[in-house]
């Protein structure tokens, strides 16, 4: 097969500029629904920040996903090179006959380097912390998993026996072996079972976009389907891009949060004290104890007129 088969001459950049507008419509679909379930799920407080951070964590799989399929096609494509080649004793032959299991676990190390460069330079996700991370990540490996087992049961005549094995393992070690202990095995389970409804989400984004894009002719049949999977996932990667850069999602969850706040006619009335350990001789009463009062009704929002009592 060609090079040119695989980059897709035929794809034309109009044609590029409407699969990435599908694209972002995908991802912001999923934002929303996130959004949506947050809402329901917290209905005192829609814009908080737990929105945000399941936003972020459905981003954060979206470029866990791309990392690992982009060194998946990388093998997959090397590997058919090295069965296309008359001359098995030249030294690209030799090299990937003896070490294509090295160079596999290779990809797979970069692939984490690729992962965190985008989520900390060209996407930083500053809602998520390392353990959330970590979870989604192990996530995005399942994620890799489901989409090559179906590639297998599709009939694409690649091998992607090794690479499944190769996370399979990095998972087992993950769960079993790196676990400082039974209970850590069971909460790095739970976690895993909680971020369920989002890699499901993600793998319907995906199916859907990559079934789109054959229909239409941009990703091409004639080749591995991985490699249209892969380019799904750039798009999909650049629409993440776009959405996290432009900020309309923390701009609706600022909206959406404002809307239950108090007017600065109410905060003037109810008068919180700036300065702390203040005594208030008429009350008895410290400023520090009237925060502590205001900090039991959660910023005073749904604090009733007895404070005007204490005056």
């Not at 998993?145 to 026996?161: A, R, T």
């Not at 239409?216 to 049949?221: K, P």
């Not at 959406?256 to 005594?279: L, R």
Request: charged share 20%; aromatic share 16%; glycine share 6%.
């Amino acid at each position: 097969m060609s090079l040119e088969a695989y980059i897709n001459p035929d794809f034309s950049r109009m044609e590029k500029i409407i699969f990435l507008i599908a694209s972002f419509i995908g991802v912001s679909l999923c934002a929303f629904i996130i959004m949506g379930v947050s809402k329901i799920q917290s209905s005192r407080d829609p814009g908080s920040d737990r929105s945000l951070n399941r936003i972020q964590k459905f981003y954060e799989l979206i470029i866990s996903g791309t990392s690992i399929m982009s060194f998946s096609c990388a093998y997959v494509i090397l590997n058919h090179i090295y069965s296309l080649l008359p001359d098995q004793s030249s030294i690209f032959a030799r090299l990937w006959g003896n070490w294509k299991d090295f160079t596999l676990l290779l990809l797979i190390c970069l692939s984490c380097f690729l992962n965190s460069f985008l989520d900390n330079l060209i996407i930083p996700l500053k809602h998520i912390d390392k353990t959330e991370k970590a979870t989604i990540r192990m996530l995005g490996m399942f994620y890799a998993i489901f989409i090559l087992v179906y590639l297998n049961f599709v009939g694409d005549e690649s091998e992607y026996n090794p690479v499944m094995m190769y996370y399979l393992g990095l998972m087992i070690g993950r769960f079993v072996y790196f676990d400082a202990s039974f209970s850590d095995f069971i909460d790095a389970v739970k976690s895993m079972i909680q971020h369920i409804p989002l890699l499901f989400l993600g793998l319907v984004l995906t199916g859907s976009l990559s079934y789109y894009g054959f229909s239409a002719g941009y990703l091409l049949e004639r080749n591995y389907f991985i490699v249209g999977v892969f380019y799904t996932q750039l798009f999909m990667l650049a629409s993440v891009f776009i959405l996290h850069h432009s900020h309309l999602i923390n701009l609706l969850l600022r909206d959406s949060k404002g809307s239950n706040k108090m007017t600065a006619a109410e905060d003037e009335q109810y008068d919180i004290p700036d300065k702390q350990g203040e005594y208030d001789q008429s009350s008895g009463y410290t400023t520090e104890d009237e925060l502590e009062d205001y900090e039991e009704y959660d910023g005073y929002e749904d604090y009733d007129d007895g404070f005007d009592d204490h005056e």
